[in-house]
């Protein structure tokens, strides 16, 4: 009986890959030349990797790791690299390695020949012990800090928000909580602090979606002045909060570390506030456009009064005549800062180009020691 011979479809299976496969011994950083030919979509890392080799980025991430064992074809190093080149250009899901993971530019800056898959670097990852993610982090602390010494910056301003980060799976650590965009979804709650100045952010607190913006604050708070106090002591330090963070614990724990400060003030909360305003009568110019008035006041739990500052600001309004005040809108927040800061540094609209030409209505406390 003769059997015809069948052609074979199936692919050989792939080995397991050597050492000389994966890594590159190419770490010379290219030179730039303005040519008419075509370009990788990600050809700006060259840049991001001399600023790397100008910091020592790999050599300062293998010192946060080299506790953990390395018997893999990876090292812990290479994955945290790929994942901070993962952000820099743009992609957040670790499947979207392949859209990208072929492209020489990105294997030339990660010295690899080939590059993780998304199940090796999500098994990887899993690897990771508390103690490699604390050094990571204090890494990550350190190097900001070495920004603002660099810049000898008279003034630190210390941002301190919560960022809603989504997600369809019940993965570790998330909770159905708070999320205005995608109601009902897991999600994590983590609070930044940035550097207002350099748009760093200098530490994260990992909360899950299910807790207030305040918890755990203080203590990040704590932590970042006085990490920034060790590197910059002749500066300045502000911090700035939105309305979660408004309450006299907050007060006073910035109060007892000694900065400057301001906090968004719930308007909605405090309806003694809309009687003080609409019966003022006498409010002070800044400009053709800005008036305010400053109270000694306090909320009924508060055991201190302290110096509230009133702004409004003429703002066209449409079915308004543009000569009308309009300065009760309980969907706007209220700022809380501290009295040696001026009037224009509390006005919102010098802080961000965002509130530029928004209907403002903001309220500044200014805590002042005396009282």
């Not at 983590?190 to 913006?213: F, K, Y």
Request: proline share 3%.
């Amino acid at each position: 009986m003769h059997l015809a011979k069948t052609r074979r479809t199936k692919k050989p299976l792939k080995v397991k890959s050597t050492k000389a496969a994966i890594y590159s011994k190419q770490s010379a950083i290219p030179s730039v030349k303005f040519e008419e030919q075509n370009m990788t979509s990600y050809s700006g890392l060259v840049i991001i990797q001399k600023f790397f080799k100008e910091i020592g980025l790999k050599e300062r991430l293998n010192k946060c790791v080299r506790h953990l064992p390395n018997t893999r074809q990876y090292n812990f190093t290479t994955i945290l690299f790929c994942l901070i080149i993962h952000s820099l250009i743009g992609f957040r899901k670790l499947t979207d390695v392949k859209y990208y993971g072929d492209d020489p530019m990105v294997r030339r800056v990660t010295a690899l020949h080939s590059y993780p898959s998304a199940s090796t670097l999500s098994r990887m990852l899993s690897e990771y012990d508390a103690k490699s993610v604390e050094k990571v982090q204090d890494l990550n602390r350190n190097i900001c800090l070495e920004r603002i010494a660099k810049e000898s910056l008279n003034r630190v301003t210390l941002d301190f928000d919560g960022s809603v980060l989504s997600t369809k799976r019940h993965s570790e650590g998330t909770a159905v909580g708070f999320n205005k965009k995608k109601k009902g979804l897991r999600s994590y709650y983590p609070l930044q602090c940035t550097i207002a100045q350099t748009g760093q952010v200098l530490d994260v607190l990992h909360r899950s979606g299910n807790v207030h913006d305040s918890n755990g604050a203080s203590e990040l708070v704590i932590r970042c002045v006085e990490a920034v106090r060790e590197t910059n002591s002749d500066a300045i330090i502000e911090v700035r909060m939105d309305s979660a963070f408004f309450s006299d614990y907050m007060v006073k724990v910035l109060e007892d570390i000694g900065v400057e400060y301001t906090i968004t003030v719930p308007f909605e909360r405090l309806t003694t506030l809309k009687t003080m305003i609409t019966e003022r009568r006498v409010w002070w110019p800044m400009n053709g456009r800005v008036s305010f008035f400053e109270k000694k006041w306090k909320p009924s739990s508060w055991s201190k009064k302290s110096r509230f500052l009133f702004i409004r600001q003429k703002t066209a309004v449409q079915g308004k005549i543009l000569s009308s005040w309009i300065y009760l809108n309980p969907k706007k927040a209220n700022l809380i800062t501290k009295s040696s800061l001026q009037i224009r540094s509390a006005f919102p609209e010098k802080r961000s180009s965002s509130t530029k030409g928004e209907v403002i209505r903001r309220i500044s406390f200014l805590n002042s020691r005396a009282n």
